[in-house]
């Protein structure tokens, strides 16, 4: 014969269930509640820095915006100068271009203050006031915030629009780091420095240097050619192929030879 059910077993069972049930949901509360003091403490402890940190960094991103905007836009109205002087320089309104170009050439470290230098100085020569190109000329190759190419451009212009005047040693000691193949300079620089050598009666040093210029395929021809009459004026053959001289067919060997062109210094 079955027994009946234990009814009382079956209550306390779901009435432990219920304790249960009713324990975690009381925890979840707690936990939830020391959660939220947590975070309440937390932001009472650093709420204040944390909003700062974050409008400073919100200020520090609109600064910079408006600073690299502001950079921009300077940039923009001085290349705008910069074209205006040339247009005005190409007119042969030096005045006009001077105007343009006196605040542009002021400024320091930026490549378009280098080259209203650079241009102011041309039109000084072109105005015959060499003692001013020489000292726009000098101020670009030592302003190290320049770039190398217009530093480098200028130190040759100097020399150049000086070499009267310089000791001969002080042109090699300036230019000899530009007088070097390869360098973009090295055709002008070279000359320089070969007619230096010449001043000091250095041929064995000239003569090679002028046959180097020569050789050169990136130089300009008309440059070329006075480097390899000088070469050949000190005794260095400085033709590689005996057919060719600057790129023009030598005269057939049976036919009349024309006298060749003096040597020009």
């Known amino acids: 014969m079955a027994l009946p059910p234990d009814r009382s077993q079956s209550t306390t069972d779901k009435r432990a269930q219920r304790q249960a049930a009713e324990q975690n949901v009381f925890m979840r509360e707690v936990d939830d509640a020391l959660r939220q003091d947590e975070m309440e403490g937390f932001f009472k402890r650093f709420g204040l820095p944390i909003i700062a940190i974050v409008v400073l960094g919100l200020l520090a991103l609109a600064g910079y915006l408006w600073w690299d905007h502001s950079r921009k836009q300077a940039v923009n109205e001085r290349a705008e100068k910069l074209i205006q002087a040339i247009d005005e320089v190409e007119a042969n309104n030096l005045t006009a271009a001077e105007k343009h170009l006196t605040p542009l050439a002021a400024e320091k470290g930026d490549a378009n203050a280098a080259a209203a230098k650079l241009m102011r100085a041309g039109i000084a020569l072109r105005q015959k006031r060499n003692a001013d190109a020489v000292k726009l000329f000098a101020e670009v190759a030592a302003d190290k915030d320049a770039p190398k190419?217009?530093?480098?451009?200028?130190l040759v212009r100097?020399?150049?629009?000086?070499?009267?005047?310089?000791?001969?040693?002080?042109?090699?000691?300036?230019?000899?780091?530009?007088?070097v193949p390869g360098n973009p300079w090295f055709g002008n620089a070279g000359e320089l420095v070969g007619i230096a050598y010449m001043k000091q009666g250095n041929e064995k040093l000239a003569g090679p240097l002028f046959a180097q210029i020569a050789r050169d395929e990136k130089a300009p021809e008309t440059l070329r050619r006075r480097a390899r009459q000088m070469a050949g004026l000190l005794g260095v053959d400085a033709v590689d192929d005996p057919k060719t001289v600057s790129g023009a067919?030598?005269?057939a060997a049976d036919g009349p030879q024309p006298a060749p062109p003096a040597p020009q210094q």
């Open 149 to 154: 190419p217009y530093r480098d451009l200028a």
């Open 158 to 179: 100097e020399v150049a629009t000086n070499f009267d005047v310089m000791d001969p040693q002080q042109v090699v000691d300036r230019l000899k780091p530009l007088a």
């Open 249 to 251: 067919a030598a005269p």
